[in-house]
C-alpha cells in the first residue's frame, strides 16, 4: 500500500479507478499466465465470508457437497452437442501428462455438467435416488483474451450445484430455489439490488433450456451477469443415459439444473458500493469491521493499552458480523496516511482515539459509508453501538442500491431514445422487443446494448410492438451493456 | 449402498478390504480420466471437517488465506532446478488454451512454489513486509500411473501453506509449527498417533533443505506418509530473486518454508481404523455422529415421533463434535440391514429403540469402536451421556493407535532379522544406518523398505554401525514399507 497519490476519480474514468482499487486495496495482481490472477488476502478473505454464508444456504436446502476431477476427457465432453458448442472454443486442453502425450486430450473444467452427471448415470437407478443435489466449491477455466480481474478472468472460483429431479416441477422449483437463494446473498450479503428474470434465446447457457441470471447494474449504467441457475430439462440425462425406475416401474429420463455462484461477485461489489476514496464494503462481507486508529505521540504506551482494550470489548460481544477488529498503530505511517489506508480498504467503521479521548474514556468514531464526520461515543456503550452501527450501515448500503437501481431504470418505447441513453448516461432501458434474433442483434450494432432479462412474473401484453422493428411485441424486456 | 455381502476380512487382504469399504460406503468413487477421482458426499464431508479443524489451526497462527492461479507457465517452473527436476515427470501440461497452440505450456500446479515465490518477489521489499505466511486450500495435480484411491490420485485436494521469513531461526520454527500443527490435528482429529522426524537426502522434497514428515503405520505394517513440512532454506529465493532490506538497510534473501496436508489423511484413516465391517471414524470427525434405528413393525407413527424427540434433544447441545443426527427409517430395508449399513459407513453411536424402548423412555445404545452390546440409557439423561460417550470414543481409539504403534515398532541390530520383519509381520524398524545412499538403495531392494525418518531430537552417537554395511552410524533411523 505504498502509493498513496489520489485515485483517479470514480466517476471520470470507472475502468481506470477500478484496476486502481483492485490494486492499491491488495484485493488481486496479476498471474504469470494469461488472463489469470492471483486473488490476494483481504480479496481472498471477503470471498470466505460469502463462502461460508453461501455454504449454510445450499446446506440447510437440502443439497450436499463433493468434489469431482477437473479434468473431462475429450471424448465424455464432446458428448452434449449444444453444451460443447458453447463452450469449446473457451477451453484449456492438457494434451499431455506423466511425460506423454494423451490418447484421449483432456479438457479443464469449463464447468462440470458433463463430469458429474457421467457419475450421476451410474448412481441413479431408482426414483429412491432422487432427489439428487451436489454442490462443488471449485475452480473454473474459461480462456479470455481481455482479462478484467475478477469480472473476467482464465480462472475463476466458484460453487456449483447441480440437481437432478425425478418431475419437471421439482426440477423448476430448485431453478427457482437456486436464483432466489443468490438474491437473498446479493441483498443481504452483498448489499446490491438487482433484478432476476430469464434470458434470450441467444443468451441462455450452452445446453440450457432456461437459464436465470441476477443482473446487476453499476455506476456508469452497465450491468453486471452476477450469477445464474439454469434449467437443463432433459438435455444432458438423454445425452448420457441419466435414467430411472419410477413408482410404476416405467423408465424416465431425469430432470436436472445447474446453478453457479463465482469470485465475479466481488467485481460487482467493489464496482458498485465502492467510491473516490476506495472500497466501500457491506459489514456482511468486510474482513475488517472496525479499526481503531490511535494519534501516537507522547503517550503511546497508555493510548495503545487503550486500543487494546476497546479492541476487546468490542471482540467481546457475539455478532452478527464476521470481521475483525485492527489496530492500525505503524509509527511508521502518518495519522493522516493510516486513516487513507482505512478508508481505501472499504472498513466500514473507523475508531480515532488521541489523548482527549483517552482522559474523557471516550473515542470518536466514523463511518465509511458516508464520510460522515466523526461523533463521540462513550467506551462503557461502545461494543452495542458498534453492532447497532454496522447493522445500520449494512441497511443504508442496501437503500442507496435499490435507489440506484430504480433512478437509473428508464422505460422507453422509442429507438431513438433508446440510443440516446446508451450514448451518454446509460442504464437498465425496458422496452418491448419481438424477440427475434435479427432485432436483439442489430440493437446490440447500434447500441452495444444486449437482452439482458425478461422478468419471471411478466404478463403477455397484446398490443404492444418492438422497440426495433415495431412488428408484434409481447413481453418487456430488459436492456442494457454489459461487463 | 446396495451390496451387502461380507467384506473381505482386513486382515486376509487389506488392499481388497480397502477398495471395497470406498466404494459401498460411498466415500469415492473413480473419474473418468485415468487416475483421477471424485470424492463423495460422505468422503468430502469428512474432509470438511478435517478443513474447519485446520483452518481455524492456520489463521490463529498468524498465516492468512489466498488463492493463486493453478497454471504455471514452464517457463517459471522451471527456474529452480532441482524443484523442476523432481516435478517435471508427474506433470499435466496445457499446450492448448482458446483453440490456439500456447507459445510457454502452462503446467498444472503439482505444488504451488514457483507461482508463489513469483509473486512474493513483487511483494516483498523490506523487512517490514515479513513474514509473509500464506496458505491456500486447492487442487493439486501429480500424474499418477496406478491409482489408489485417496493414497495415490493423479488429482488431490489439499492446504499448502508458505512463508517467507528475515531469519533462519523464524523460518526454522514455522517448519515445526507445521509439523507440530499437523501432529496435532492427526492426533486430536484423526485418532491417529504418528512419528515426527526428517528425511533422507534422497526421501525430501524436490528443492528443500530438510523435509518433516508425519508417518502412520497402518494395519498390515506398511507407513503412510501422511503430510509433510518443508525447510526451504533460500533455494526458492535465490531462484526468484525474494530479497529484503533488512532494519540496516542491508539486502538479504528471504528464507522460506512451506507446509502441506492433503486428502491423503482420509485413506490413513481409512486403513487404520477400519474393521471387517467396514469404516470406523472417530467423533470428531464423523458427518454422522449419532445414527438412530427404530425396529418398524406396528407402532411405526409413535415410535417415529420417538426418534424425532431422541434426534432433537441430541441435537440441542451444544457438542464439539460437528457431526449430524440421523434417523435410518427407510422400511424397504429391514432392521438387520439397516444396522449393517450404520457400521459400514463407520457412525460412531447407533441408538435403536423398539417398542419396549418406547413403553420405558429408554434407548439402547452401542458403540461402533467396539461392538459393544448394546446397554440402556434414560432418554432423560441421553444429550449430555452422548457427549461423554464420543469424548470417550475418540481417547479410546487414539489409545489403540498408540498402542498398535508401540507394539509394532521393533529395534533391530541385524540384517537378516530387519529382512524377516519385512517379509512377515512388517512394521516399523529402528536401527543404525551409516546415510550413505548405497546402503538406502540396497536395503530397499532386498526388503522394500525406505527410510522413513531420524527423529528430530535423536543424539548423535558413537561406536554404533550402520545395520547394512557396519561401517560407522551416528543415527538411529525408522525404516518401513510405504503406501
Known amino acids: 500500500m505504498g502509493d498513496f497519490t489520489k485515485l483517479t476519480s470514480k466517476t471520470k474514468n470507472i475502468s481506470k479507478w477500478y484496476l486502481e482499487v483492485?490494486?492499491?486495496?491488495?484485493?488481486?495482481?496479476?498471474?504469470?499466465?494469461?488472463?489469470?490472477?492471483?486473488?490476494?488476502?483481504?480479496?481472498?478473505?471477503?470471498?470466505?465470508?460469502?463462502?461460508?454464508?453461501?455454504?449454510?444456504?445450499?446446506?440447510?436446502?437440502?443439497?450436499?457437497?463433493?468434489?469431482?476431477?477437473?479434468?473431462?476427457?475429450?471424448?465424455?465432453?464432446?458428448?452434449?452437442?449444444?453444451?460443447?458448442?458453447?463452450?469449446?472454443?473457451?477451453?484449456?486442453?492438457?494434451?499431455?501428462?506423466?511425460?506423454?502425450?494423451?490418447?484421449?486430450?483432456?479438457?479443464?473444467?469449463?464447468?462440470s455438467e458433463m463430469i458429474m452427471y457421467d457419475a450421476y448415470s451410474r448412481w441413479i437407478s431408482s426414483w429412491r435416488d432422487l432427489p439428487l443435489v451436489i454442490n462443488q466449491w471449485n475452480n473454473i477455466v474459461r480462456w479470455e483474451k481481455r482479462t478484467y480481474p475478477f469480472l473476467r478472468t482464465s480462472e475463476f472460483l466458484w460453487q456449483e450445484g447441480h440437481g437432478a429431479h425425478a418431475t419437471k416441477k421439482d426440477n423448476w422449483e430448485r431453478v427457482i430455489w437456486g436464483i432466489k437463494m443468490y438474491e437473498k446473498i446479493y441483498k443481504e450479503f452483498f448489499a446490491l439490488d438487482g433484478l432476476i428474470g430469464t434470458k434470450s434465446e441467444s443468451e441462455k447457457f450452452a445446453g440450457a433450456q432456461e437459464t436465470l441470471p441476477y443482473e446487476i447494474l453499476v455506476e456508469g449504467g452497465k450491468v453486471i451477469q452476477s450469477c445464474t441457475s439454469h434449467d437443463l430439462g432433459q438435455n444432458f440425462s438423454k445425452a448420457l443415459g441419466i435414467s430411472f425406475q419410477d413408482k410404476n416401474g416405467k423408465t424416465e429420463y431425469v430432470w436436472q439444473n445447474s446453478w453457479g455462484f463465482s469470485t465475479r461477485s466481488i467485481g460487482a461489489l467493489v464496482m458498485s458500493h465502492g467510491d473516490d476514496k476506495g472500497l466501500v464494503l457491506p459489514p456482511k462481507l468486510a474482513p475488517v469491521k472496525v479499526v481503531i486508529i490511535p494519534i501516537l505521540g507522547k503517550k503511546d504506551t497508555e493510548i495503545l493499552k487503550y486500543c487494546e482494550k476497546i479492541k476487546g470489548n468490542i471482540e467481546k460481544l457475539d455478532s452478527e458480523f464476521p470481521g475483525g477488529v485492527e489496530i492500525s498503530s505503524d509509527n511508521e505511517k502518518s495519522f493522516g496516511h493510516r486513516i487513507s489506508e482505512s478508508e481505501l480498504r472499504g472498513i466500514p467503521i473507523k475508531i480515532t482515539v488521541g489523548t482527549r479521548e483517552l482522559q474523557e474514556n471516550t473515542v470518536s468514531i466514523g463511518f465509511r459509508l458516508d464520510g460522515m464526520k466523526p461523533t463521540i461515543a462513550r467506551v462503557s456503550e461502545l461494543s452495542e453501538k458498534t453492532e447497532e452501527y454496522l447493522v445500520d450501515i449494512q441497511e443504508r448500503m442496501f437503500i442507496n442500491s435499490e435507489e440506484f437501481l430504480k433512478e437509473n431504470t428508464f422505460e422507453v418505447n422509442d429507438f431513438e431514445k433508446f440510443k440516446k441513453i446508451m450514448k451518454t448516461t446509460k442504464g437498465l432501458i425496458k422496452a418491448y422487443w419481438c424477440e427475434e434474433k435479427d432485432c436483439e442483434e442489430k440493437i446490440k450494432e447500434e447500441t452495444k446494448a444486449t437482452t439482458r432479462l425478461k422478468k419471471l412474473d411478466v404478463k403477455k401484453e397484446s398490443g404492444e410492438k418492438c422497440i426495433y422493428c415495431n412488428k408484434v411485441a409481447h413481453y418487456l424486456w430488459y436492456f442494457a451493456q454489459a461487463y
Chains 1, 2 share one sequence.
Not at 492499491?24 to 492471483?38: C, E, F, N, V
Not at 499431455?96 to 490418447?103: D, P, T, V
Request: no cysteine; aromatic share 10%.
Open 22 to 111: 483492485i490494486d492499491r486495496a491488495k484485493l488481486a495482481d496479476y498471474g504469470p499466465a494469461k488472463g489469470t490472477m492471483i486473488i490476494r488476502p483481504y480479496g481472498y478473505a471477503i470471498w470466505e465470508n460469502v463462502v461460508s454464508a453461501m455454504d449454510k444456504e445450499i446446506k440447510s436446502s437440502g443439497a450436499v457437497n463433493a468434489y469431482f476431477p477437473m479434468f473431462i476427457p475429450n471424448s465424455l465432453f464432446s458428448k452434449e452437442k449444444d453444451h460443447v458448442a458453447g463452450f469449446a472454443p473457451e477451453t484449456a486442453v492438457v494434451t499431455h501428462g506423466g511425460g506423454e502425450e494423451l490418447a484421449d486430450p483432456l479438457v479443464v473444467r469449463p464447468t
